[in-house]
Every structure is written in structure tokens, then in C-alpha cells.
Nanobody, 127 residues
Framework: QVQLVESGGGLVQPGVSLTLSCAAS????????IGWFRQAPGKEREGVSC????????YYTDSVKGRFTVSRDNAKNTVYLQMRSLKPEDTAVYYC????????????????????WGQGTQVTVSS
């Protein structure tokens, strides 16, 4: 059974760092493009960052460039999203997703058309 489980969310103050984890089971995450998405109340889901399975290329939405870093640990079958200098506008439920497609992350990430999704983890940035 394919499963993605996010962890690491929480309530933090502006300016601090937080790292989210996405652990996969039932499939080998290394062969999938992995995406991080977020959805804030009243807003559409947004593709935050993606990492390709084929060449390791990465995509970041403009609002997180220079602050967020996506990485994968194939030995642990886990993908991470390191978030630095968090802002209140980063508050959202964060989801990880996996897709076997070879489509470029620069097309796949904005489209959000991933096959498998986790349940999400809440990140709240507030003073």
C-alpha cells in the first residue's frame, strides 16, 4: 500500500527554521518526483517545491526561493523540506506528494498533478 506521511509541523515564531519530513512506504521514493504543496485557509493549494527523480532538479515557488530547501534521503525513503526565515504568510497545511512521471518539475510542480498524497501537517508561523 502506497503511503506518504508528513511530520515536523508546528507552531513557531517568525524568523525561525523548521524542517518537514515526508516518509514513504509501499514504494521506492527514489524513483518518484516528490512535491511539497501547501494550502492556507481560503486559498488555493500552491506548489511550494519539487525534486525530480531523474536528475535531482528542483523547483521552488518564488515566495520561498532562498529560504526553503528540498532534499531526499534515499536510504531512509524520506524527503525533507527545510524552511528558514519563516514568515506568517508561510502558515498553511503542508502536503507531500509523489508522482512517477518524468515530466519536468517546472511543469509538474505548478500543475499539482501528482498521483499520491499525504495527509498533511500544519505549520503555523505566529508571534
Amino acid at each position: 500500500q502506497v503511503q506518504l506521511v508528513e511530520s515536523g509541523g508546528g507552531l513557531v515564531q517568525p524568523g525561525v527554521s523548521l524542517t518537514l519530513s515526508c516518509a514513504a512506504s509501499g514504494f521506492i521514493l527514489e524513483y518518484y518526483t516528490i512535491g511539497w504543496f501547501r494550502q492556507a485557509p481560503g486559498k488555493e493549494r500552491e506548489g511550494v517545491s519539487c525534486i525530480s527523480s531523474s536528475d535531482g532538479s528542483t523547483y521552488y515557488t518564488d515566495s520561498v526561493k532562498g529560504r526553503f530547501t528540498v532534499s531526499r534521503d534515499n536510504a531512509k525513503n524520506t524527503v525533507y523540506l527545510q524552511m528558514r526565515s519563516l514568515k506568517p504568510e508561510d502558515t498553511a497545511v503542508y502536503y507531500c506528494a509523489a508522482d512517477p512521471s518524468a515530466i519536468s518539475v517546472f511543469r509538474l510542480c505548478p500543475s499539482g498533478e501528482f498521483d499520491y498524497w499525504g495527509q498533511g501537517t500544519q505549520v503555523t508561523v505566529s508571534s
